[in-house]
């Protein structure tokens, strides 16, 4: 009778110790697999994290507003960087918005109140603080950049006005002698937070004003509207947020920056951003290590599981080893027998881990904060559990078989005696 015939004939007669084995290898397999996938999804969302925190670097004058402003040449050069995504900075005054001459005030319930708005001239409002911190989201048009004359109104505003995108309005700062400048508005927001929302609340430049009183507008826009009183040429800029698209990529590309040789840096300074990545990533890292841990703990503590059921089978089996070694069967013959009844077990219970994990995964990945849809268990992760369960398999027949292959054929069976 050959080798594989033996143990087929032994798997089936020993029924009960081939399901405690096929329970034990698809309830790890299944863990195992729906960890990896699990830390897969987790290193998705670090990539993601990435590019969304908002991971930026402020370039700032030492010599204050109308001394020595930042240049558009210096704004130019610095974006060029590879690396940085976009940029932005923020002038704020109060202002009026007229609609066809009459003007428009901020609505308060059923009442008008007061007149005054809360300007924003900005290069790029999608990366206003009140945009990133999720205090204001654009729902309708588009952000507004620093060329042209795009305005982002309230949407509620913009309905009790009987106003929508592509419709236009006028701005002016307070005065009766200041120019009246015309825009379109380019979008509308709609107010996501509240007074009791801390981040929200620090990222608003005056917490006098209610966040439906905020409007955004071109830089050009906000040039126009400041002429009367800007002392500089240009924009008259003292800092400019600088927003890059990897966050770990920051540290190297304000290095880059810093090594620029057209630019005094005497005269500026640069403050790095990097908090919430920071404060983020170091949570996803420690996710990421529990994960980890538990796969590495689960495997070990499987591994000593599978060595003392199969080193306590063949304990039971020395009458049958003593026989087989006796009739002149090698011990390697006899080990391979027994890996081969093992390998015959996982046959079944790796296929069958695969499809329940499928299932597995996506509830245990929701323990950990990942949705569901994000944990996937792929055929990837299926080949190399498998690749390297196998070793393992192996490595606890030899184990489990040191005790009984040291000992002759006549020893063994004297023990049986």
Known sequence: MNLGTRAILYTIRKWKKTLLLFCLLLSITTLVLSGLAIADAQEEKTEELRGVTGASFTVTSNNGYTLNPITDEMIKEISAVDGIESYNTAKWTIVNLF?????????????????LFYGTGCFDSEYSPLFLSGALQLTDGNHVSGKGHGILLCKDVAEKHNLSVGDTIEIKNGNPSDPLVECKIAGLYEVLADDDDVQATMARPSTYYDYEDYIF???DTMSEVLAPYTATEGN????VDFFVSDAAKLESIVQEVKSSKSIDWDSYYITVNNEVYE?????????????????VLITVVSMVLMILILSM?????????????????????????????TLLIAVVAFPLAYLASKQA?????????????NVIVTPQHFIFVISI???LLLVAVLVS?????RLKPKEILSQME
């Open 279 to 295: 404060r983020i990533s170091n949570t996803v890292s420690d996710t990421s290590t529990l994960i980890t841990t538990l796969i």
């Open 217 to 219: 507008v071109s830089m």
């Open 236 to 239: 008259g800029i003292s800092s």
């Open 361 to 373: 995964a996506g509830t245990l990945g929701t323990l950990f904060g990942r949705t569901a849809e």
């Open 401 to 405: 078989c040191i005790s009984a292959m």
């Open 99 to 115: 609609n066809n001459d009459s003007p428009m005030k901020v609505m308060d319930g059923e009442e008008y109140t007061a007149d």
């Open 389 to 391: 369960g196998s070793v």
């Open 313 to 341: 089978s063949i304990r039971s089996r020395k009458k049958e080893l003593g026989i087989l070694l006796a009739v002149g069967i090698a011990k390697p013959a006899v080990i391979l027998q027994y890996a081969i009844e």
